[in-house]
């Protein structure tokens, strides 16, 4: 099976084989991924309560909690704009 490697959506470097591996929705290097949690994560988890409910019943009938994890696309900008603005310093 071939190897499926991806770019940091930051830096542009690939991202470690293990991270990438391990977490196979994640878009960022170790380096980045470190640094976006002060702006509150890659990712945030929602959950969601299942209706089992018949439609019209007055009756609750809560099923499972249901978890995803969505990607935090206001922090990745936040922490892309940083890193621009890091990059345009130094130059």
């Given at each position: 099976m071939a190897q499926?490697?991806?770019m940091c959506v930051i830096c542009k470097r690939l991202i470690e084989k293990e991270r990438a591996e391990g977490l196979k929705q994640t878009n960022l290097c170790a380096e980045?991924?470190?640094?976006?949690k002060?702006?509150?994560?890659e990712f945030n988890v929602v959950a969601e309560q299942?209706?089992?409910s018949k439609q019209n019943s007055l009756k609750r009938n809560p099923g499972a909690?249901?978890?995803r994890m969505v990607r935090n696309l206001a922090a990745i900008e936040r922490l892309r704009e940083e890193y621009d603005r890091q990059n345009l310093d130094r130059t």
């Open positions: 499926r490697t991806r980045h991924a470190e640094a976006i002060k702006f509150g994560g299942e209706n089992l909690v249901a978890t």
